[in-house]
């Protein structure tokens, strides 16, 4: 009930209850009025009741109102259970049960028991999520100062690693003398110990110096950076990793490497150049199975609300509404289907992507390859088939059948209530003036339009075709209303075209809108003398 | 109240707020048994969780920077360790972290300074730490709770942290009650309380308006009703419970001959199978009628799918084949268990078991009653299992007869080979409450027993085999009649008790619930009241056996000094 025409309807609804019966001093009554006395009672077991009690001999009218209340009722259930949230506010304000009566008649019918079916005692109903307590704030605080410690370090041993990689000689001894010149390297002298294995120092474990920051540590203990590595820490934009599996072994400590090729460094400052080459990597890298899996992910999202389009348009077409047309209904089928084949095709070739049988990336393709079969299976292939033509054609005229029925026992209603309001005022009320009174009003008239499409939208929509047939010959532009209607007409071929069902939605509703107040405007014009009404 | 859906708004919520893009959910032990329970591995596919791993078991160190880690675990020592180590070495690009219960602020510092790759993304408590089972019941899985009549100190910790995040999970604070007389029920209240007052920020709730009584906690002693667990059960749960044993949702039927192979383990969940979920409490007659008439629905529908002539038919079939899959699936399953059901019932002659049992349970009548165990223990008709529990129940309910005659039961027993040394042991596990009130249920004082007790006669049976009623039933019906509890439940603190009745009741029972019980609870709740019931395990007659004899080792034989020869288990035997 997204669509702007709703919020008028809600007060028209009421409003025109009042118009339709009543609106001898063409002033508008809203509430629950007794068509008889024009009173308020303000609750429609109240009306009810009055009516039972006051206006006794008019059965006829008690019947119907007891109808249109329990039709109300019967919209607010059907509300109810579609929005279980909202509970609470079917039983709102006087306007509500006549905007419900309006939702009932247009697509209740076989929801009656609905209501019913479900003991309200077992469904979840107002549970909310439980209690959560946030402890994101305490840890970051407690993170945070490390965090920028660590990058600080970080960053001058990278300052340090691009002075050491400028103008680096690839003879050793230079190199040494190069790498002495970049760092100050501590007095070997003043270390006993190795720092991390705490092991003692002599001819068979000599020391060595981590060349970004000049610390002592025995061989053992060593870690090594190769120069391809620390050109990609200074300069990360320059050199791109191979796709996925790229990222550095870890380097085997103290296994024999050729000098000139690495840096020494130790364990401290590799684990934090470690973790900056990690995250840039990760940054930047963007594998296949990510590649994929956004283009699945972003064709679900897309084909989501057509397939709930999909099941509102065939429920509109069973209820006998003329908003959507079969071809609606097909052409999103369509469209449905050729998104499934491309699901699957998409999630076939992530499947195909190469990995190691039994690694974490092999179980998690074919997992997602799974979720995608399912959510084709489940959501896609189970969506109602299309309805037979016949059928729907039959459907819709048993409906324009009833509400025409209908129609005809209300005005007769209405008629006889005017009848005896004449007798009872003396004849006073001119019934045709204020006929016209009331349409020469715009806000009258449309709400009386608003109320008439909205309650009988078949009804209505079949004389689509009647106002096209009278404007056909009178064509004449200079009638802004007939141009408006063939605006909206244009807009609903394009909307139609583009698969936005809901702007059809409220564009039919605007266009039977439109097509009443010709209507009526037309028979004001041709019918010199007004008739009451018929 | 739905604990089924408590949990699942949970797991909902931790796996949005990671927000979109590949998850991988890493949990423990518990938390992933918590997590099965409320969701399907395909419902967690829709949510974009493809991985599930255990944090506490050997992982390999491969690395998918690209995926999203959700970590839901218990906050153990343990786990925080592990967790630790994780973060160091990160696989994964980013965590979410959840700890199912309150985690000390000691814990959350370590876990933040071993995070040096800035690899945490959200850091929360979320209060499911308890096995939802039915929408009425939880349990907490721990098999046996008890050491020498009193707790042991792991189960009490893992029983106080699961009912402060069932309260937090509803977001209750209640006023505790505790059955009196019962030290392992008083204590667990007291630990319950303590939290309470302890975390006072997260207890912080609106109480109820207009000076409504607050929720209820109620902890009971299993010690108080040993009975139930030993019965016989006729309602669909209850029996497959008791029958063919359900361990956290599933069923093992392996051990079934003729099960087709991809029914040698069984799901029931009331979430994922409409048949299980509208049929739990039913009966074992109505559930044969209503499988029979699933099963002629199933075979018109096979039937139809079986005639395809055009290419109409053919499309037909393969739009509706997800559903049709579901169907037989279901129908399959359901069909193997009560087959099973019903072949066991026969073997085990249940329905003439069950008859005595019930009698024995619901009315004095020492003589006939002894006869008719006598006859069944040696006819050797039925099996050990049942010989032994007519034999318990007969020994807990004439325990203080002049002419009882447990030692000669037991002798008959022994001599076909079954385990007589748990008919002591049962006598030591009882407490004194049962013991006096179990079976002398009409005394002249208890005005409303007695004249409930007349009404039942009066209206006569209306079904053998379910006449006994859980004394968990008369309690509740108590509480919801807003009669005074003060005497026999004393609420835990010094709040004032409220004399109106409360609009939402947890019961606790130390010792494990039945399904029974939840039968007893769901009645209620069909009423329009609030109820839910849960234990530190869910028992059926084996379990509970095995929980008698845990919680009474080394417990000296004070009561059952007559049955000395039977204090020892015979050798070989556990």
Known sequence: MDNPFDMHDKESATSSSGAFLLPADGEILEGFLCPICKCDLRTPERLTVHVEHEHSEEQDLLKSLKEIFSIARQGILLKGKKKPSQTGGSDGGAGEPMSAARFGSETGVALGSAGTANNPLLQPGNQTVGCSCEHMAYFKAVRSPRLERYAAETNKLIIRLDKLLDGLPTEPDLKKRHEQSKVPWIDGKLVKLCPTCAKSFGITRRQHHCRVCGSVMCDSCSRYLTLEEAGRLVNPTTISPGAGGALPAEPQPGAPVNESSHFRVCEHCMRLLMIRMETQDWKRERPLVKQFYETLRKERTDIEPHIGMYRRILDSLYEGDVIYRLSDASTLREKIGRSAEKLDNVSKSLQTLRATVGSREDALKKAIRLGCISYIKERMLSIPPLPVEEEIKRIQHRKRQDTERRLERERQLALEAFERLELQSGGSVDVGADRQNGSSSSSSTASTAEMTNGRYGAAVSTMDNWTGTQTGPSNTTSDPLIDQINIVKGYIRQARAALRFEEVATLERNLSELTQEFYYRQRLDTDAKPQELQ | ?574
């Open chain 2, 1 to 574: 109240m739905n604990v089924i859906r408590a949990i699942q708004m949970y797991i909902d919520k931790m796996i949005s707020d990671a927000g979109a893009g590949m998850k991988l959910l890493m949990m423990d032990r518990e938390t992933i048994s918590i997590v099965s329970m409320a969701f399907a591995q395909s419902e967690m596919l829709q949510k974009e969780v493809f991985l599930f791993e255990r944090l506490d078991s050997v992982r390999s160190n491969e690395k998918l920077k690209y995926l999203k880690c959700i970590v839901f675990v218990r906050p153990t020592k343990d786990n925080i360790f592990l967790l630790q180590q994780e973060l160091q070495s990160p696989k994964f690009g980013s965590y979410y972290i959840y700890f199912s219960n309150i985690i000390p602020r000691t814990d959350i510092k370590i876990l933040a300074e071993s995070d040096e790759g800035e690899s945490v993304q959200d850091f929360k408590e979320i209060y499911a730490d308890y096995l939802p089972v039915n929408p009425n019941l939880f349990s907490l899985h721990i098999p046996t709770c008890l050491q020498a009549l009193n707790w042991n100190p792991e189960a009490l910790e893992r029983s106080t942290q699961g009912l402060v995040s069932v309260l937090l999970s509803f977001k209750f604070r209640p006023a505790i009650r505790y059955r009196s007389g019962s030290t392992a029920a008083q204590t667990l209240a007291k630990k319950v309380h303590e939290t309470i007052n302890k975390e006072t920020a997260l207890f912080s709730f609106r109480p109820p308006e207009d000076g409504a009584a607050p929720p209820l906690l109620l902890i009971l002693d299993r010690r108080d009703d040993p009975i139930t667990p030993l019965l016989n059960q006729w309602t669909y749960q209850a029996m497959v419970h008791e029958l063919l044993t359900i361990n956290k949702q599933r069923v093992d039927l392996s051990g079934v001959a003729g099960v087709p192979k991809d029914l040698k383990e069984v799901v029931l969940s009331t979430e994922q199978d409409e048949f299980y979920a509208n049929n739990l409490y039913a009966n074992f007659g109505e559930i044969a009628t209503t499988i029979k008439v699933l099963m002629d629905e199933f075979q018109k529908k096979a039937h139809d799918q079986r005639k395809i002539e055009s290419i109409a038919d053919m499309k037909n079939f393969v739009e509706t084949y997800p559903q049709f899959r579901k169907m037989s699936g279901t129908v399959t399953k359901h069909l193997v268990l009560i087959s099973e059901l019903s072949v066991q019932v026969g073997q085990q002659q249940l329905f003439e078991v069950s008859e005595l049992e019930q009698e024995i349970a619901c009315r004095a009548d020492h003589s006939t009653q002894l006869q008719r165990v006598k006859r069944l223990v040696s006819e050797g008709k039925i099996s050990t299992a049942n010989a032994l529990r007519l034999v318990l129940l007969y020994a807990m309910r004439y325990e203080r007869h002049a002419n009882c005659d447990t030692s000669g039961l037991l002798k008959l027993l022994q001599e076909r080979g079954g385990r007589p040394h748990i008919a002591p042991r049962m006598l030591e596990y009882i407490s004194t409450v049962a013991r006096q009130e179990l079976f002398n249920t009409v005394k002249i004082t208890d005005a409303v027993k007695l004249t409930r007790n007349l009404i039942k006669e009066l209206k006569g049976v209306e079904n053998v085999y379910a006449q006994h009623e859980c004394v968990l039933k008369g309690t509740l019906e108590e509480i919801i009649k807003g009669r005074p509890l003060d005497a026999q439940y004393p609420i835990m603190g010094n709040e004032v008790p409220f004399r109106r009745p409360p609009a939402e009741v947890i019961v606790f029972i130390v010792g494990g619930a039945t399904y029974e019980e939840a039968l007893a609870v769901h009645r209620y709740n069909q009423e329009g009241h609030r109820i839910v019931l849960g234990g530190t395990t869910i028992h059926n007659s084996e379990s509970f056996i095995e929980e008698v004899l845990a919680a009474t080792v080394g417990v000296p034989f004070k009561h059952s000094r007559s049955l000395q020869q039977f204090h020892h288990a015979p050798a070989g035997t556990a």
